[in-house]
Nanobody
Framework: QVQLVESGGGLVHAGGSLRVTCAAS????????IGWYRREPGKQRELVAT???????NYDDSLKGRFAIPGDDAKNTVYLQMNSLKPEDTAVYYC???????????????WGQGTQVTVSS
């Protein structure tokens, strides 16, 4: 059973930093794409940043420079490092991964349950 488990959310003051973690577990052949989306209060879920298998990293332009997504391939883990946080960054942050389960090249999409990040002013 494939699962994505987020951790590390919490409360931080504006201007501070926080790192959240997503760990993928279960049986799969390869991660094609993994990263983060978020849902701010009253808004639809939106892209934060993802890593495409191979080399490419995709950031929302408004967040690039403050956020980064280092990973640890050996642990099937990706992080979201958030710096210079603003109250408007308050959201539920979701891990997302497109996985090749069988080595066929076909991708299956998985979502974590989300972790709450609250930035106080």
């Amino acid at each position: 059973q494939v699962q994505l488990v987020e951790s590390g959310g919490g409360l931080v003051h504006a201007g501070g930093s926080l790192r959240v973690t997503c760990a993928a577990s279960g049986t799969f052949f390869r991660i094609h794409d993994i990263g983060w989306y978020r849902r701010e209060p009253g808004k639809q879920r939106e892209l934060v940043a993802t890593i495409r298998s191979g080399s490419c990293t995709n950031y929302d332009d408004s967040l690039k420079g403050r956020f980064a997504i280092p990973g640890d391939d050996a642990k099937n883990t990706v992080y979201l490092q958030m710096n210079s946080l603003k109250p408007e960054d308050t959201a539920v942050y979701y891990c997302n991964a497109d996985l090749d389960l069988y080595g066929s090249g076909k991708e299956f999409r998985y979502w974590g349950q989300g972790t709450q990040v609250t930035v106080s002013s």
